[in-house]
């Protein structure tokens, strides 16, 4: 039950940010797309956020504008009554994208393909500053990539910022000193710079002893397609 909530919820969150991303308009601000994310929102009937709405125009001064042109991110983690998505996407507005952002976009496919139930959490970790060493470029967050998810059915209390807080905790982050089995619902976000370009991707993943699956997309291929 808990997966097939988080599964319809992370669909809802790719319409939105599908919706989002199509909604920009040349000369937005932070705050004004930020505002744009929250009214779209409510059209999904979304109750919150797991972590407020991440947008970055060309790098991480607060007080750019979208141009054509501009290297934009975006990060939504909406709510639901008991379970929340975790989206995310990198492109350049209305022009051909960088290489940074497919190496993103690689970087996070190659990430949750890595993803199994014989690996440890932290070897995905591992993984993915090997794979940033190996194109040239360097993870963003370099203590983690990503989180253990908990639904409103495990934390029936304080949801969803007790949720938020045991993801905050070392064993359930995907970094290096975590050598705990993958079993659960993992959101993957490995971002990664390149000079003074920041750009990442975002999803979510599941495993157990048989399954394996990347939730709200038909497979592995789709992810980072928008």
Known sequence: MMLARFEETQKKSI????????????????DDIQQQIRSIAHQYEFQGWFRPPFVRIDGKQSNRRLHKGSLIQLHLQPT????????????????????VVQIAQELCHA??????RWKCVGELFVFARSWCTNHRVELEHRYHIGHRCFSKEELPIGWPYGARALALL???????????????????????????????????????ENTKKVLGRDSFDDIGVW
Not at 15 to 30: F, G, N, Q, T, W
Not at 80 to 99: C, H, I, M, R, W
């Open 80 to 99: 639901s009554e008991d379970s929340f998505g975790s989206v995310g996407l990198s492109k350049n507005f209305q022009a051909v994208d960088q290489p």
């Open 170 to 208: 070392r064993r359930n982050q995907v970094q290096w000193y975590n050598p705990r089995r993958m079993k659960g619902l993992f959101a993957i976000h490995p971002f990664v710079q390149k000079y003074d370009q920041f750009a990442g991707f975002a999803e979510l993943v599941y495993v157990d």
């Open 15 to 30: 319409l939105l940010l599908r919706k989002v991303y199509a909604s920009l308009e040349v000369d937005m601000s932070i």
């Open 111 to 116: 990430t949750c393909t890595f993803a199994n």
